[in-house]
């Protein structure tokens, strides 16, 4: 998973990946998908002879089934898209969060936070919008471009101190609820490098 020295990394730099990965691990989000919440998906969609063991199993079974597909044939995981004009959108497992981002930020051509945001959210289910922001903070392209900076990101430029404020993971989560409660104390200070 590492990018080849021929290329110009944007994204997937080792210190960005790791700096990520501890973004990761300190900011916690029932909203991501670990490689374990994937298998759990696909058993629930794939095997009739697991039974819920209490209510709660039950409503999640019930919500899995009704909200996502396994395509056996393909092994890809998705939701499907319900109203015209949407898209299927592939389950991210966190593993993946970085290079999914680094796919679709390159090519969109390296646009902003809420266009590369749109991007994401219309076709992959896993990835938070702080997500894409932390690792869009860090490109490469766009830090040596001053004209590939979102227009609104211009306030926040000149007070970094205020970034870890933003309430990121309040903003265009639609009609998932809320879950910021484990990041309110840590913030990303922590994180190496920073
Ligand atoms: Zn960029």
């Known amino acids: 998973m590492t990018s080849t020295p021929s290329t110009f990394p944007a994204l997937l730099t080792p210190t960005i990946s790791a700096s990520f990965q501890q973004y990761l691990c300190d900011n916690p989000n029932s909203r991501r998908v670990s490689q374990a919440d994937k298998e759990a998906l696909i058993e629930w969609l794939t095997n009739p002879h697991k039974r819920p063991l ?9 919500y899995v089934r009704k909200t996502f597909v396994w395509n056996e044939k393909t092994q890809h995981l998705f939701i499907a898209a319900t ?9 991210v497992t966190e593993d993946m969060i970085a290079d999914v981002v680094d796919f679709v930020h390159k090519g969109n051509g390296h646009a902003g936070w809420d266009a590369t ?27 040596s471009n ?31 609820r809320y879950d910021i409660s484990d990041c ?3 913030g990303n200070n922590i994180c190496p490098g920073e």
Do not use: H
Not at 54 to 62: A, G, M, V, Y
Not at 83 to 91: E, I, L, N, S, W
Not at 153 to 172: F, T
């Open 117 to 143: 945001w749109k991007d994401v959210s219309n076709l992959y289910y896993g990835i938070l919008r702080s997500d894409v922001i932390f690792l869009l903070k860090r490109c490469q392209i766009c830090a």
């Open 54 to 62: 209490s209510q709660k199993e039950f409503s999640r079974r019930n």
């Open 83 to 91: 109203a015209v004009g949407d898209k299927d959108r592939t389950v």
């Open 184 to 186: 309110n104390s840590s």
């Open 146 to 176: 001053p004209s590939k900076r979102p227009k609104g990101s211009a306030a926040i430029m000149r007070s970094p101190q205020l970034v870890d404020q933003e309430p990121e993971n309040s903003v265009n989560t639609g009609s998932m």
